[in-house]
């Protein structure tokens, strides 16, 4: 193999400063997730495992490495919501990631507005623009090809609900860059933000505008 190419299988370990998988498969988007235990304790936490998953109906879903306690609050309840994470609210964002006990209110540690849902008994996050309400659908502990079982569980669920702030459609259109949203990049401190000047089209092919 080219002395230009680092290869490693994982099983042995990557040899650098940092474990660049996280950096490849990236920037990801965060699935900032609130969701209430059975007791009535609210937990907002990120996640940077996330993405959309189907669209009829819409499902999304985040990985929980380690059984933490938006697994167990879902595993309880059957209900969370996603909460888009923002420039504006990325310092809330990553003090709502703090490791605190289960009966810590994140919203309140993290100076956020608790908001009332209409399909679900979960709050949303009253300063995001964007937000999903969300029935759980599975729950899928990960294993390895070997059959064996990892400390990681895929939740999915159905979105029932969603929260746009108006100033983001343009003549029915969502802006994504206009919200500037962050994502999760691969080193320790990395995120990256959206902006217009990223944005470039291009159409699939036969689906040209006439």
């Known amino acids: 193999m080219s002395a230009d190419v680092h290869f490693y299988e994982p099983k042995d370990g990557h040899g650098l400063a940092h474990d660049p998988f996280n950096a490849i498969v990236g920037p990801r988007p965060i699935g900032w997730i609130s969701s209430r235990a059975a007791n009535g304790t609210l937990n907002l936490a990120p996640y940077s495992f996330f993405n959309a998953f189907n669209y009829t109906p819409p499902i ?113 259109v969502y802006d994504t860059a206009a919200a500037r949203p962050i994502l999760r990049g691969g080193g320790p401190a990395d995120y990256f933000e959206i902006r217009p000047e990223m944005l470039f089209q291009m159409y699939r092919p036969g689906q040209e505008p006439r």
Request: hydrophobic share 40%.
């Open 60 to 172: 999304i879903g985040f990985s929980s490495v380690g059984a933490k306690d938006t697994l167990r609050n879902i595993e309880e309840t059957g209900e969370f919501c996603w909460n888009l994470a923002t420039r504006e609210l990325a310092v809330p964002m990553n003090q709502s990631c703090a490791a605190v006990p289960p009966e810590i209110n994140e919203f309140e540690l993290a100076g956020l507005t608790a908001v009332p849902s209409r399909q679900v008994q979960v709050p949303r996050v009253g300063e995001s623009p964007v937000s999903f309400e969300c029935r759980m659908s599975q729950i899928i502990r990960l294993q390895s090809a070997a059959g064996e079982p990892t400390n990681s569980w895929l939740v999915l669920g159905e979105v029932v609900g969603v929260y746009i702030a108006r100033h983001l459609l343009h003549d029915g």
